[in-house]
Nanobody, 122 residues
Framework: VQLQASGGGLVQPGGSLRLSCAAS????????IGWFRQAPGKEREGVSC????????NYADSVKGRFTISRDNAENTVYLQMNSLKPEDTAVYYC????????????????WGQGTLVTVSS
């Protein structure tokens, strides 16, 4: 059972990136998938989540209107499209799977990817 986060990199302010969270060994469609981020010296915070029941989504206030989470069940992958990136979005981004429902508490998630670094800088 493994989650693999990818797609991070260096981007200028106002730019875009798409992060991917691919699963192996289990079916992502059965899990709520959350994206979290952790900046240096800060707590890990929830960014977005997509449910396993009805596909509903939620977003942190800081990313609403700029980030979009989506699923591709055929690819067993969840994406996080990030637009209008700001320097304060710089962090390591993690995806995580919860067998029950979306939560803003990292401790409630069952599986974690290894993280992908996003750096927003000119």
């Amino acid at each position: 059972v493994q989650l693999q986060a990818s797609g991070g990199g260096l981007v200028q302010p106002g730019g875009s990136l798409r992060l991917s969270c691919a699963a192996s060994g289990f079916t992502l469609a059965y899990y709520a998938i959350g994206w979290f981020r952790q900046a240096p010296g800060k707590e890990r915070e929830g960014v977005s989540c997509i449910s396993n029941s009805d596909g509903s989504t939620n977003y942190a206030d800081s990313v609403k209107g700029r980030f979009t989470i989506s699923r591709d069940n055929a690819e067993n992958t969840v994406y996080l499209q990030m637009n209008s990136l700001k320097p304060e979005d710089t962090a390591v981004y993690y995806c995580a799977a919860d067998a029950f429902l979306c939560s803003s508490y990292p401790s409630e998630y069952d599986y974690w990817g290894q993280g992908t670094l996003v750096t927003v800088s000119s």
